[in-house]
C-alpha cells in the first residue's frame, strides 16, 4: 500500500459561501456567517432570474442531526428536496435492532431550511408532528425540539435535547467543494456533547447523564443528476466523557485528494483523513468495507436494522438505502488514531435522479 497522503488543514472561513459571484471553495473550521448559492454568477449572465429560480430547484437541502447515548441512536432532519419536503425522527434501539419512525412529507415551500447557522432555524410541521433545529453556532449551542401525539401506526414522541459546540468542546468541519466552477457542495458538520430526553410513549428512555452526544449535518448541495454518494457515521462518548467518533463519504466531488468529507472527530480536535470507498459485495444489508488506498482507513459497518426510501417504479427516479449497525476497524489520522469497535451508527447508499 501507498503512505497516505492527508488533505490541507481546514483553515478560516470567508464571509460568504458565494462572493462576488463565485463560489469559495475550499474546507475550513468553523461557520460561514452568510450561506448564499443562489448568488453563483450574480450579474454575469441575462436572465439571471430565471436562472436563479433553476438552480434553486436543483438544490439538495437539509438539516440534519444524529444524537444518541450507549443505547439509543438518534438521526433526524428538515429535508428539502424541491420536489417533495420531509421531516423526520427515526429512533433506533442499539441492542435490541428496533426501529421506530416519525415522518412525513410535505409541500416543500411549507417547511424552513437555514442557510447559515447563526441565529437561525430549520423546521417544519404536519398537523402536532413538528421538527425543529435551532442553531445558535455563534454561542456554541445548538438545539433540537420534536414532537409527535403519536397514533394507531406509532408511539407519541418527545425530543429535545442541547448540543454544546463551542471551541472547548468541539471541532468544525464545513467543506465548498467543486462538483463543476459552478456547482457546489457546502457542507457543516460538528460532533459535540449532548444533554436532553427522549420520551417514547410517556416513558422517559433516553438520555443518559454524562453520556450524550450529537452530529450536527447542515448540508446545502448543487448536485450532478444522477445524485449518488455513499456516507458512514458514528459517535460515541468516552469513559471520560469526551466525544469521538468519524465521517466517511465517497461522493462526486472533483479531486477528492483535496476536497472530502473524510475527517475524525477527537474532543475538540479534528482530523482530516484521505479519499476512500465503500464496496458492498453482499448488497446493502451485508457488510460494508470502507477503505483508502493507504490502510489508513479500514473500517467494517454490519447492518442490524434496515431502512430504505425508494421512489418510482423499479426505483428509478430515487435509491435509497440507510440502514443502522455496528462497526469495527481502526481509522489513521496524521497524528491520531481511532478505534471504532463497538461504536453504533447508520450507512447511506443514495441515488436520487429528481
Known amino acids: 500500500m501507498s503512505i497516505p497522503v492527508y488533505p490541507p488543514l481546514p483553515v478560516a472561513p470567508p464571509p460568504a459561501l458565494v462572493v462576488d459571484g463565485d463560489y469559495q471553495f475550499g474546507t475550513y473550521d468553523g461557520p460561514i456567517p452568510t450561506i448564499n448559492p443562489l448568488d453563483v454568477g450574480a450579474g454575469r449572465r441575462r436572465f439571471s432570474g430565471l436562472r436563479t429560480a433553476g438552480r434553486n430547484l436543483r438544490l439538495k437541502e437539509w438539516e440534519a442531526f444524529q444524537l444518541g447515548d450507549d443505547d439509543w441512536f438518534v438521526l433526524g432532519a428538515v429535508y428539502n428536496a424541491k420536489a417533495v419536503g420531509l421531516i423526520q425522527v427515526l429512533a433506533v434501539h442499539k441492542h435490541s435492532a428496533t426501529i421506530t419512525r416519525w415522518e412525513t412529507k410535505m409541500p416543500p415551500p411549507t ?10 432555524s430549520s423546521r417544519g410541521r404536519v398537523a402536532d408532528f413538528r421538527v425543529e433545529v435551532v442553531n445558535h453556532l455563534e454561542r456554541g449551542r445548538l438545539a433540537v425540539d420534536a414532537h409527535h ?3 394507531r401506526h406509532r408511539p407519541s414522541m418527545g425530543l429535545h435535547v442541547t448540543g454544546r459546540c463551542g471551541p472547548e468542546e468541539a471541532a468544525h468541519l464545513v467543506v465548498v467543494h467543486p462538483f463543476s466552477a459552478d456547482r457546489a457542495l457546502y457542507s457543516h458538520k460538528v460532533m459535540m456533547p449532548m444533554t436532553g430526553n427522549l420520551v ?6 433516553g438520555f443518559a447523564e454524562d453520556r450524550g452526544f450529537a452530529i450536527l449535518d447542515d448540508h446545502h448541495g448543487d448536485y450532478p443528476r444522477p445524485l449518488r454518494y455513499d456516507w458512514v457515521t458514528a459517535a460515541r462518548r468516552t469513559a471520560s466523557g469526551q466525544v469521538e467518533g468519524f465521517n466517511l463519504t465517497h461522493n462526486q466531488v472533483l479531486d477528492p ?4 468529507e473524510n475527517a475524525i472527530w477527537i474532543g ?5 483523513l484521505p479519499p476512500v470507498t465503500v464496496e458492498r459485495p453482499q448488497g446493502p444489508w451485508g457488510k460494508w468495507l470502507i477503505r483508502d488506498a493507504s490502510g489508513a482507513v479500514d473500517v467494517t459497518f454490519t447492518p442490524t436494522v434496515r431502512s430504505t426510501m425508494h421512489v418510482g417504479p423499479a426505483k428509478a427516479l430515487a435509491e435509497y438505502y440507510a440502514p443502522y449497525g455496528w462497526y469495527e476497524g481502526a481509522i489513521e489520522a496524521e497524528g491520531a488514531r481511532l478505534n ?7 450507512g447511506e447508499q443514495k441515488r436520487i435522479t429528481v
Open 268 to 272: 475538540n480536535r479534528l482530523h482530516r
Open 257 to 260: 485528494a483535496q476536497f472530502n
Open 149 to 151: 401525539p403519536g397514533d
Open 340 to 346: 471504532v469497535d463497538g461504536m453504533f451508527g447508520v
Open 200 to 205: 417514547i410513549g410517556g416513558d422517559h428512555v
Open 111 to 120: 417547511l424552513s431550511v437555514a442557510r447559515g447557522l447563526l441565529r437561525s
